[in-house]
Nanobody, 124 residues
Framework: QVQLVEFGGGLVQAGASLRLSCTASGRTFSDIAMGWFRQAPGKEREFIAAINWSGDRTYYADSVKGRFTISRDNAKNTMYLQMNSLNPEDTAAYYC?????????????????WGQGTQVTVSS
């Protein structure tokens, strides 16, 4: 079992930056791939970014490429999502997720564990 807790959401104006954190416990952090997803009201949960066990392979949705950066610190059991140039379309609940495997994936169905989510609201 893996327990995930997200931190860092909030209300910001368009153009601002936020950094989300996700702390994991319950399993060797460096054994598992991680990802970020988001869900806006009335919409499906969508893939944002993923990172493999070592952090040297990352994947991004087209909608955030160039603005968001995923990273991890295995010594701290923590994953991050640096979000720059935020716009109102980025408003959603953001979830971190973990796979039981070291290779990163973009498909939501391949993730086994989920955090409780943290709200990000971007005003225009």
């Amino acid at each position: 079992q893996v327990q995930l807790v997200e931190f860092g959401g909030g209300l910001v104006q368009a153009g601002a930056s936020l950094r989300l954190s996700c702390t994991a416990s319950g399993r060797t952090f460096s054994d598992i791939a991680m990802g970020w997803f988001r869900q806006a009201p009335g919409k499906e949960r969508e893939f944002i970014a993923a990172i493999n066990w070592s952090g040297d392979r990352t994947y991004y949705a087209d909608s955030v490429k160039g603005r968001f950066t995923i990273s991890r610190d295995n010594a701290k059991n923590t994953m991050y999502l640096q979000m720059n140039s935020l716009n109102p379309e980025d408003t959603a609940a953001y979830y971190c997720a973990a796979r039981s495997f070291p290779r990163a994936e973009t498909r939501k169905s391949t993730y086994d564990y989920w955090g409780q989510g943290t709200q990000v609201t971007v005003s225009s």
